[in-house]
């Protein structure tokens, strides 16, 4: 399954949602599953697919913009030793401006006929490559924060998976206040809502590039992305 992360406006916790995710979708055992994919390999990668603004670990060899100008399999990117099985972009503008955006959808799909789950980190905004990896998503994660601005970004980019039939799994509240506004937000968007509370074990493991089940399993942040992986789980299923 191909899943964008997506939300709108930058500095909402979108790379933050997509690592985490990715790393309770690894976790997540089904043994007794009637999905129709289940003898698919299991585990799950997440790309880093902000071209210009790359945010997730990153680390030496090939990279998604080597991949995209040709110059790497997109198997020869992926990182397997870290935490969480990761495909880092490149953070240099000559490598940015060599990629080629077409490619998106053939790297998502070589990565699918490995692994489960295919975790895209959108950019912000609403630029050709948040469209590319929502036309070539399953379906999608809507990342966003309580404030008005966030909010109505978002809901630019929902318009926009809409048009591209692009399914919205769950809708992130992230940041959340003590009385989330998941109801309002759900309604909004027509999607259930999911909120992750402000969480300072989450900053910090995103910024030692450590996922959340690891360094703090016990916070109802972490509790709160093992529920959206279980609802991630079941749109996969559909």
């Known amino acids: 399954m191909i899943l964008a992360v997506t939300g709108g406006k930058g500095g909402v916790g979108k790379s933050t949602i997509a690592y985490n995710l990715a790393a309770e979708l690894s976790a997540l055992e089904r043994p007794n599953s009637r999905d129709s994919r289940s003898n698919a390999n299991a585990g799950s990668?997440?790309?880093?697919?902000?071209?210009?603004?790359?945010?997730?670990?990153?680390?030496?060899?090939?990279?998604?913009?080597?991949?995209?100008?040709?110059?790497?399999?997109?198997?020869?990117?992926?990182?397997?030793?870290?935490p969480v099985t990761l495909v880092p972009c490149g953070r240099t503008l000559a490598g940015a401006r060599s990629a080629d955006l077409q490619g998106l959808t053939d790297v998502f799909a070589a990565l699918e006929r490995t692994y489960r789950w295919v975790?895209?980190?959108?950019?912000?905004?609403?630029?050709?490559?948040?469209?590319?990896?929502?036309?070539?998503a399953d379906a999608a994660v809507l990342v966003t924060t309580p404030e008005d601005a966030a909010l109505a970004d978002a809901l630019r980019v929902r318009a926009l998976a809409r048009e591209l039939d692009a399914g919205l799994c769950r809708v992130v509240l992230n940041r959340a206040g003590p009385n989330p506004a998941t109801g309002a937000v759900a309604d909004r968007f027509g999607a259930p809502a999911v909120a992750i509370p402000k969480s300072e074990p989450l900053a910090t493991a995103q910024a030692h590039g450590q996922p959340l089940r690891e360094t703090a399993?016990?916070?109802s942040a972490r509790r709160s992305i093992e529920s959206l992986a279980d609802a991630v789980y079941s749109c996969s299923s559909v």
């Open 217 to 219: 399993p016990d916070t």
């Open 45 to 82: 990668v997440v790309v880093d697919g902000d071209l210009g603004m790359a945010d997730l670990p990153s680390s030496h060899g090939p990279d998604l913009h080597d991949v995209l100008a040709d110059r790497a399999d997109p198997h020869e990117a992926v990182r397997e030793t870290g």
């Open 119 to 136: 975790i895209v980190d959108s950019p912000a905004g609403m630029h050709a490559d948040v469209g590319l990896s929502l036309a070539a």
